[in-house]
């Protein structure tokens, strides 16, 4: 009886320094769910204009007014824009589960 009355203080101390850890743990947590929402959009932002490169590039090639850069250029663009695009939507997916998990564990 004597050691668990010596023990009681210790442990109400652990427990508070785990339930003021897990706050902060939570804090960081909702931070890094934002951040795939704002990687997200400023990749779908930026694969818009990649993707209006793109066709600018390849209405250059149709009308005939090109040089070989701009060949390559088109080239390489397109399938870029396609997996910016990808990786912008795969963000936001992360997000959207990243959150619903959070929402779960409330």
């Excluded at 902060?24 to 204009?49: C, E, H, P, Q």
């Excluded at 209405?59 to 060949?71: M, P, Q, S, V």
Aim: charged share 20%.
């Amino acid at each position: 009886m004597v050691n668990e009355d010596i023990e009681l203080p210790e442990l109400k101390e652990l427990y508070d320094e785990l339930w003021s850890d897990g706050r902060n743990l939570i804090k960081d947590m909702n931070r890094s769910i934002y951040v795939y929402l704002f990687a997200g959009f400023i990749t779908l932002v930026f694969s818009a204009i990649i993707i209006g490169t793109a066709i600018s590039d390849w209405n250059k090639i149709l009308t005939g007014t090109t040089t070989e850069f701009t060949y390559f250029y088109a080239i390489m663009e397109t399938p870029g824009a396609i997996l910016y695009v990808a990786f912008g939507v795969f963000f936001i997916y992360w997000y959207t589960k990243n959150w619903k998990e959070r929402l779960r564990i409330k």
